[in-house]
């Protein structure tokens, strides 16, 4: 004949012992958990991490050259081997009767930023009289130590378009932020 059907489950059974524990406090790991340690030698004071980081601010700048600086902005920095971050971020606009560009962009020390590549940004419009809220960022590597002179430029686009009329820092808080950064992985 033909086996029967499956028989119920049975009763629940009593639990088990709780197995060995490791040396990493996981279960289920080989080996039995050794004893503690000794306390080690306390380490020699460590130097807290500081941010080197400066904000210059100007309310309603209402800068209209159109070629030239706009800002400068001071800052002391701490080692040869940091970068230095530059940071603006402030109302931008460029506007003519017909199309054209604008360029604004970074110096230190008199010298555009170039390594790795210059910080700049451009607004290129065919004639609109619209500003807008820019921020314009990087990094400036090989830079020395000491006092350094941060400025913040206009001027015409590298590829030739007309200049025409622009305008930084209109009608609101404008600001360059600029920040030492140790690049050391």
């Known amino acids: 004949g033909r086996d029967g059907r499956d028989g119920r489950d049975g009763a629940k059974g009593d639990r088990g012992d709780q197995g060995p524990v490791c040396g990493d406090g996981v279960k289920g ?12 030698e306390t380490g020699s004071p460590g130097t807290a991490a500081r941010a080197r980081v ?48 604008a360029r604004w962009f970074f110096t230190v020390n008199g010298e555009e930023c170039n390594n790795p590549a210059p910080i700049d940004g451009i607004v290129y419009t065919p004639g609109a009289n619209i500003h807008r809220v820019s921020t314009v960022d990087g990094l400036c590597y090989n830079l020395p130590d000491g006092p350094l002179t941060v400025a913040f430029h206009v001027g015409r686009c590298a ?3 007309a200049g025409g009329d622009a305008s930084t820092g209109w009608n609101s808080y404008s600001r360059v932020i600029l920040e030492e950064l140790d690049m050391a992985d």
Do not use: M
């Open 54 to 101: 400066k904000q210059c601010v100007w309310n309603n700048l209402d800068n209209g050259a159109n070629s030239g600086k706009i800002v400068d902005c001071q800052f002391n920095k701490a080692s040869p081997t940091t970068a230095l971050r530059l940071t603006w971020n402030g109302s931008l606009r460029y506007t003519g009767s017909s199309p054209g560009c």
């Open 29 to 40: 790991d080989r080996g039995d958990q050794g004893p503690p340690g000794e306390k080690g």
């Open 159 to 161: 590829d030739g378009h």
